[in-house]
């Protein structure tokens, strides 16, 4: 379809100065939403509508003293003040979301993906264990050796502007994974490149995991958040969507 505003010329006159048209902004958004990586299913969630309802104010978490309703709020705070930091100066702390299983830490990760990619972002999400599969299969030479796309992910997952290191597990890892990890995290360390890494690993155990320099590494560069739910909020959609029928 031809763009009614530019001819798919890509540009328009705006008092006289040519300016991008819409057509082409929402285009390259769109490829800015692919090539992040995001998946499909949080490609729609926000930070305005992450629902508190999930969160109870009448359990305490023993660590922190706090209600999981009043974790939530500091979790969705934190969220949204990493939005203005970074579009402040994108050279700035990351965060680091733990919780149990289905609270919601994947999904402020992508709400932050959200609003800065339509703001113009680079961002990257990766699944560590997928991060990982794909860039060992690249050193695999019995796997099509001129596939170089593999290659790109490990140097994208270093520059890239924002990076989301997804469900940072209770794998064995291997020295080469946990090295692969460090050669990541100590780089964008060193350029002051912010990443956000969710987990459910307990703080104390993610250096058992990932060894000694990275952890440090990445509670230097990470700002911590809890967020803690009594049932899985995949469980209670679940339940929701069924009961509507
Ligand atoms: N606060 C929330 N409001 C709305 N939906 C949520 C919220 N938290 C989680 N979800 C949804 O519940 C599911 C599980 O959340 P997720 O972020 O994947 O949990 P975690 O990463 O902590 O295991 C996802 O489908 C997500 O979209
Ligand atoms: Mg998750
Ligand atoms: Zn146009």
Same mark, same amino acid.
């Given at each position: 379809?031809?763009? $009614?505003?530019?001819? /798919?010329? *890509?540009?328009?006159?705006?008092? /006289?100065?040519?300016?991008?048209?819409?057509?082409?902004?929402?285009?390259?958004?769109?490829?800015?939403?692919?090539?992040?990586?995001? =998946?499909?299913? &949080?490609?729609?969630?926000?930070?305005?509508?992450?629902?508190?309802?999930?969160?109870? $104010?009448?359990?305490?978490?023993?660590?922190? *003293?706090?209600?999981?309703?009043?974790? +939530? $709020?500091?979790?969705?705070?934190?969220?949204? /003040?990493?939005?203005?930091? &970074?579009?402040?100066?994108?050279?700035?702390?990351?965060?680091? &979301?733990?919780?149990?299983? *289905?609270? *919601?830490?994947?999904?402020?990760?992508?709400?932050?993906?959200?609003?800065?990619?339509?703001?113009?972002?680079?961002?990257? &999400?990766?699944?560590?264990?997928?991060?990982?599969?794909?860039?060992?299969?690249?050193?695999?030479?019995?796997?099509? =050796?001129?596939?170089?796309?593999?290659? $790109?992910?490990?140097?994208?997952?270093?520059?890239?502007?924002?990076?989301?290191?997804?469900?940072?597990? +209770?794998?064995?890892?291997?020295?080469?994974?946990?090295?692969?990890?460090?050669?990541?995290?100590?780089?964008?360390?060193?350029?002051?490149?912010?990443?956000?890494?969710?987990?459910?690993?307990?703080?104390?155990?993610?250096?058992?995991?990932?060894?000694?320099?990275?952890?440090?590494?990445?509670?230097?560069?990470?700002?911590?958040?809890?967020?803690?739910?009594?049932? /899985?909020?995949?469980?209670?959609?679940?339940?929701?969507?069924?009961?509507?029928?």
């Amino acid at each position: 379809m031809t763009c $009614k505003y530019c001819g /798919d010329r *890509g540009i328009i006159l705006k008092d /006289d100065v040519a300016v991008p048209c819409s057509c082409v902004k929402q285009a390259s958004l769109e490829n800015m939403i692919r090539n992040s990586n995001l =998946p499909e299913n &949080f490609i729609n969630c926000s930070l305005e509508n992450f629902n508190f309802k999930y969160y109870t $104010k009448d359990i305490k978490d023993p660590e922190t *003293g706090l209600s999981y309703f009043d974790l +939530a $709020k500091y979790a969705h705070k934190a969220a949204d /003040d990493f939005i203005k930091r &970074f579009l402040a100066d994108p050279k700035t702390d990351g965060l680091l &979301f733990t919780g149990n299983v *289905g609270s *919601g830490k994947t999904y402020l990760a992508c709400g932050i993906a959200n609003e800065l990619l339509r703001r113009g972002v680079l961002v990257l &999400f990766v699944e560590v264990s997928d991060l990982l599969d794909r860039i060992r299969s690249t050193y695999d030479h019995s796997r099509s =050796p001129d596939d170089v796309s593999e290659y $790109k992910l490990l140097e994208t997952a270093r520059q890239v502007p924002l990076l989301i290191l997804d469900d940072l597990g +209770a794998h064995n890892y291997t020295e080469w994974n946990k090295n692969k990890i460090y050669t990541i995290i100590n780089y964008r360390l060193n350029q002051r490149l912010p990443v956000i890494v969710t987990t459910n690993i307990k703080l104390e155990d993610i250096m058992e995991y990932l060894g000694e320099r990275t952890t440090s590494r990445l509670l230097e560069m990470c700002r911590l958040s809890k967020l803690m739910v009594d049932i /899985d909020i995949r469980a209670l959609r679940r339940r929701e969507k069924d009961s509507k029928y």
